[in-house]
């Protein structure tokens, strides 16, 4: 049967792959790589870069794929389920033109699969379609969050205290009740920057374990400005920019 592997590459450092990781790029036949522009293609080099490295004697296919752009309406869950079966469509046509019956065809996600990125969900709900047989495999990653806390020298939560993960968009509506360190993650319109409470603590970074990475730590009000000029020098750099974010109430 086709197996499809889901490997979690890290946040952009080659030297935060796993072992069980280097196992999956050299059992895997074909690997499929989205072709997200001119403006992106650092993204697709520093995936063959990571192949390039780990890949001991294999002779895999690499296969590229048109990523299917997302409408933008005020219904963003609309959008985003439109958007998914699109792509959905694409990887079936992947699995049946270019894996063969018992081949092994991979993806390689940033950070872990599990933690806001839609490969999952989307390999998920062709596997319980039916319409093309295959089994498929998760291999975790080391996420984005976990290499800005390291980056950043701290933890992610307080003694005894939770954690909130959510992303730019729902930030926006406003710091949430009751939470006391949230993590931030695809926040492309700077949504920190519109937050009433300067007070807040942030720990921010970009394109984490890259050349081009950037940090920045401190009162919200004082570093908010920084912090967007700090995105747009490693936008201009690289040609595309992922950051992440810790805001932290001030302690009592």
């Not at 990781?21 to 870069?49: C, M």
């Not at 940033?110 to 295959?134: C, K, N, Q």
């Amino acid at each position: 049967m086709r197996k499809i592997l889901i490997i979690g590459v890290g946040s952009g450092d080659p030297a935060q792959i796993t072992i069980q990781a280097i196992e999956a790029l050299n059992r895997t036949d074909v690997f499929f790589i989205p072709d997200k522009g001119a403006e992106k293609s650092g993204l697709r080099q520093q995936r063959l870069e990571i192949c390039e490295r780990y890949l001991k004697s294999a002779s895999p296919r690499f296969v590229e794929y048109k990523t299917p752009p997302r409408a933008k309406t005020s219904d963003y869950k609309a959008d985003v389920a439109d958007w998914h079966e699109a792509i959905a469509a694409t990887f079936e046509a992947l699995f049946a033109c270019e894996l063969g019956e018992t081949a092994c065809g991979a993806f390689l996600v940033w950070g872990d699969p599990a933690l806001y990125d839609s490969t999952l969900r989307i390999v998920e709900t062709l596997h319980a379609r039916g319409a093309l047989a295959f089994d498929y495999e998760i291999i975790p990653g080391i996420s984005s969050v976990q290499a800005l806390a390291a980056q950043h020298k701290i933890a992610l939560n307080r003694i005894g205290e939770p954690v909130h993960i959510t992303t730019g968009r729902k930030l926006r509506d406003n710091f949430p009740d009751n939470a006391d360190s949230v993590v931030v993650m695809l926040d492309g319109e700077e949504s920190f920057a519109a937050l009433e409470d300067e007070d807040l603590e942030i720990y921010w970074g970009a394109n984490i374990g890259c050349a081009e990475q950037a940090l920045a730590s401190g009162r919200l009000g004082d570093v908010k400005d920084r912090i967007k000029e700090l995105r747009a020098r490693v936008r201009a750099a690289a040609g595309w920019v992922m950051d992440v974010y810790l805001l932290r109430k001030p302690p009592r």
